[in-house]
């Protein structure tokens, strides 16, 4: 059976600082990922999707993640996030099924 | 606007009452979920159907009941409401071709069961 483990379960940071928040799956097989995004109060909107080829991923708003197959990792990255950054952001995994399983979220807070 | 339509955005509920989640999708997608967000758990999937007339379950089905109405519509229904219910209810639907790989969620519907 397919799993995430979003290891960061709230992250404080400052404007302009970096950010990298934590995705691990477990699947034996060929994978798709995705991580997702809430803003306060709305639903869930797509940032970015991996389904083969070049595992360094670029989505919007300047969000990027990279799929390291050996570490069955999938770590979402910003160089400087903004005040509008924050939210809660979702890491999830597809398998051999059109099913979605995701992962517990990491709530992010940037402070100006 | 195209997308993923709930209805209603909140509802309370009595403990034993019943109700039924409406969702309408326009985008003519084949598959259709239901999933429940709830604090500290992500989003756990309640059932889905991959397409008009099935339906199969997901990881949180017991209490729950579904009906693919047609390609659009795909509804959730409580029978017997419990306080356990209490969460937000996310209606979503796919698209497999390459370009729109992915999901598009609705808006939600708060529940709570007093």
């Known amino acids: 059976a397919q799993s995430v483990s979003q290891h960061n379960h709230h992250v404080i940071l400052s404007e302009a600082a970096s950010l990298e928040l934590g995705c691990n799956y477990s699947y034996g097989g060929t994978v798709n990922l995705f991580w997702y995004v809430q803003y306060p109060g709305q639903h869930l909107q797509l940032l970015l999707k991996y389904f083969s080829g070049d595992p360094l991923v670029k989505g919007i708003k300047g969000f990027e993640a990279e799929f390291i197959k050996s570490k069955f990792s999938f770590n979402l990255r910003k160089p400087s996030v903004q005040w509008s950054d924050t939210a809660e952001y979702f890491c999830?995994?597809?398998?051999?099924?059109?099913?979605?399983?995701f992962g517990t979220g990491t709530r992010l807070q940037v402070f100006p | 606007n195209a997308g993923v339509t709930q209805t209603p955005k909140f509802q309370v509920l009595k403990t034993g009452q019943s109700m039924t989640l409406q969702c309408a999708q326009d985008m003519n997608h084949n598959s259709m979920y239901w999933y429940r967000q709830d604090p500290g758990m992500g989003l756990r999937l309640i059932y889905y159907?991959?397409?008009?007339?099935?339906?199969d379950k997901g990881e949180v089905p017991n209490g729950y009941n579904v009906s693919r109405l047609n390609k659009r519509e795909f509804s959730l229904r409580l029978e017997s409401a419990a306080p356990s219910q209490t969460s937000v209810y996310f209606c979503?639907?796919?698209?497999?071709?390459?370009?729109?790989?992915?999901?598009?969620f609705g808006s939600g519907t708060r529940l709570t069961v007093v």
């Open positions: 159907s991959a397409s008009e007339g099935t339906t």
């Open positions: 979503a639907s796919s698209d497999w071709t390459e370009a729109n790989y992915g999901y598009t």
């Open positions: 999830a995994v597809m398998g051999d099924t059109d099913k979605l399983i």
